[in-house]
């Protein structure tokens, strides 16, 4: 029995198939460069569909659910002619190649130089490899990294307002406080839209619109954002008023102009220095009537928290689909409930994250692995630890909840309530707010949010109504993330009924607050 035993076990190892070897993608760097270069170098393998020719480019779409096995290593000093082996069974998604499913896949490298992939994808400087087939699991060829990456063409959008350019005015301001925190002069930046007939000597002051971006953006599309308004001021669509576009953007993402003990006092930096500087150099109504803010998405978030953060500087906030604004419904996420996660709803589906024509096409976890691997900083998911908490004992900003499991770490999440939550907020010093708060919050976001966003501003909504504040908050029926501003045709026509409800604060009794052309 022994013998037939010992022999049926090796029949069974002898039959099973041998362990496929791990895969491993060399790059080469081909491009001539005087010094070493260093960055994220980033592999992707996208599988290949019967008798499709080789794309141009290779790329995850973290907003489609998209197939596409990503790969990536840090590299120090990588010089011309030089050769960077890349692992693709640890630092991957969604998993080791050796296991991908068997085929033909279409792989490309990119050298990140400034590690911002996860903000802003590829960028001009960064380094790039021609695509080439593969046949996965199986050896990879060298990729060569022979092309650099130009700077962006603009888009249509932009092209059509490039001649307002010339009129809008650049901000470079050197913040102290943000100098003194980082110990090295910190710039603000953004781009100022002065209305037509505008001029430095008259008496007329004007009121001011303080705009911001969302996650993504940056000063080169703040300054055509300016030129929008311009635009639309010029051709007499909405009222006059001098428009500052704001760059939120950093190193980590965007710091939504928060008081952080990652990224510095932004909020500070603004009400404290940056807008006592420009009323000084500009004709700019400086009475709390006279200033408004208004931003999307995470410049929505960053527009409704300097309101209630700093309610007597600012007449009203128009924030729009902006980013969690009640942390019991982080993009669904209940982050104050017992053994919250974020991978998983309580039901144990797996908790989606982006969703488009009605359907969910990515969760959460893969989201957030994804972005993970593209980078450890600059990723939504990091930027909002950045902005919203506590300093780990590494100096770094401690992760709300772990990229492995999902899982909530309960003492940074009642850190982010005690100090970010904004209904948690209202709720609790409504007292000290309300003389200075009350109506002065309008929100917008669409019933479709493709971040799931209204679910967020519901709780504020019903934080709102629980204290008894007089608000404005706004569902647009079947509108999404993306698609919030349009409508009738015109994709500018929410930002035109937003200017004229701030104009009607500013200028009550004039023909341009009652929706009239100036």
């Known amino acids: 029995m022994r013998l037939l035993f010992a022999l049926g076990v090796f029949s069974l190892i002898a039959a099973a198939p041998?362990?496929?070897?791990?895969?491993?993608?060399?790059?080469?760097?081909?491009?001539?460069?005087?010094?070493?270069?260093?960055?994220?170098?980033?592999?992707?393998?996208?599988?290949?569909?019967?008798?499709?020719?080789?794309?141009?480019?290779?790329?995850?779409?973290?907003?489609?659910?998209?197939?596409?096995?990503?790969?990536?290593?840090?590299?120090?000093?990588?010089?011309?002619?030089?050769?960077?082996?890349?692992?693709?069974?640890?630092?991957?998604?969604?998993?080791?190649?050796?296991?991908?499913?068997?085929?033909?896949y279409h792989v490309q490298a990119v050298l990140d130089v400034n590690h911002d992939y996860n903000?802003?994808?590829?960028?001009?400087?960064?380094?790039?490899?021609?695509?080439?087939?593969?046949?996965?699991?199986g050896p990879v060829a060298p990729l060569v990294l022979s092309s650099v990456v130009p700077e962006r063409e603009p888009g249509q959008r932009q092209k059509a307002v490039a001649s307002y350019l010339a009129k809008i005015v650049p901000i470079d301001f050197v913040s102290p406080k943000l100098s003194?925190?980082?110990?090295?002069?910190?710039?603000?930046?953004?781009?100022?839209?002065?209305?037509?007939?505008?001029?430095?000597?008259?008496?007329?002051?004007?009121?001011?619109?303080?705009?911001?971006?969302?996650?993504?953006g940056s000063a080169a599309s703040a300054r055509f954002t300016a030129a929008k308004y311009l635009e639309l001021m010029t051709q007499r669509e909405i009222p006059p008023m001098i428009w500052v576009a704001l760059d939120e953007s950093s190193p980590t993402g965007t710091h939504e102009f928060a008081d952080s003990v990652n990224n510095g006092p932004w909020g500070e930096a603004l009400t404290t220095e940056l807008i006592p500087w420009l009323e000084k150099h500009y004709r700019m109504d400086a009475r709390p009537s006279g200033r408004f803010l208004t931003g999307h998405s995470s410049g929505g978030w960053a527009t409704l928290w300097l309101q209630t953060r700093y309610p007597k500087i600012f007449g009203g906030t128009w924030s729009t689909s902006p980013d969690p604004s009640d942390f019991r419904d982080f993009t669904g996420a209940d982050l104050y409930r017992p053994d919250a996660n974020v991978y998983i709803e309580p039901d144990g589906k797996p908790m989606p994250l982006v969703r488009m024509n009605g359907r969910d096409v990515a969760n959460f976890e893969d989201f957030a692995k994804l972005e993970a691997v593209l980078g450890p900083v600059g990723g939504q998911m990091a930027s909002f630890d950045w902005v919203f908490s506590p300093k780990g004992p590494d100096g770094r900003s401690m992760q709300m909840f772990?990229?492995?499991?999902?899982?909530?770490?309960?003492?940074?999440?009642?850190?982010?309530?005690?100090?970010?939550?904004?209904?948690?907020?209202?709720?609790?010093?409504w007292p000290a707010l309300r003389r200075d708060l009350d109506g002065k919050i309008h929100v917008i976001?669409?019933?479709?949010?493709?971040?799931?966003?209204?679910?967020?501003?519901?709780r504020l909504k019903a934080d709102l109504e629980s204290v008894g504040a007089k608000a404005d908050v706004r569902f647009l029926p079947g509108k999404t993330h993306m698609d919030l501003y349009v409508a009738n045709g015109d994709p500018d026509a929410l930002t035109k009924q937003i200017a004229r409800e701030m104009y009607a604060v500013a200028r009550p009794g004039t023909a341009s607050a009652h929706g009239g052309k100036p």
């Not at 008798?51 to 120090?76: K, L, W, Y």
């Not at 209305?195 to 008259?202: E, H, I, K, L, N």
């Not at 976001?445 to 519901?458: E, I, Q």
Request: no cysteine; charged share 15%; hydrophobic share 35%.
């Open 18 to 104: 041998p362990p496929v070897a791990p895969v491993e993608v060399p790059v080469e760097l081909a491009v001539p460069s005087a010094t070493p270069l260093s960055g994220r170098l980033i592999v992707f393998a996208e599988p290949a569909k019967p008798g499709e020719q080789v794309p141009d480019s290779v790329d995850a779409n973290p907003f489609a659910g998209t197939p596409t096995a990503v790969a990536a290593r840090e590299v120090r000093s990588l010089s011309t002619g030089q050769v960077a082996t890349v692992d693709t069974e640890t630092d991957v998604v969604p998993r080791a190649w050796s296991k991908l499913p068997p085929g033909r």
């Open 402 to 429: 772990d990229r492995r499991t999902g899982a909530v770490n309960p003492t940074v999440a009642a850190y982010w309530r005690d100090h970010y939550d904004i209904g948690y907020r209202i709720v609790h010093n």
């Open 119 to 137: 903000y802003g994808g590829r960028g001009a400087g960064d380094l790039i490899s021609p695509v080439t087939d593969v046949t996965l699991p």
């Open 445 to 458: 976001v669409g019933t479709a949010d493709t971040f799931h966003l209204d679910g967020s501003a519901h």
């Open 180 to 216: 003194a925190f980082w110990g090295r002069p910190i710039h603000m930046r953004g781009s100022i839209a002065l209305p037509p007939g505008y001029s430095a000597t008259a008496r007329t002051t004007w009121p001011t619109v303080y705009q911001t971006h969302g996650f993504g």
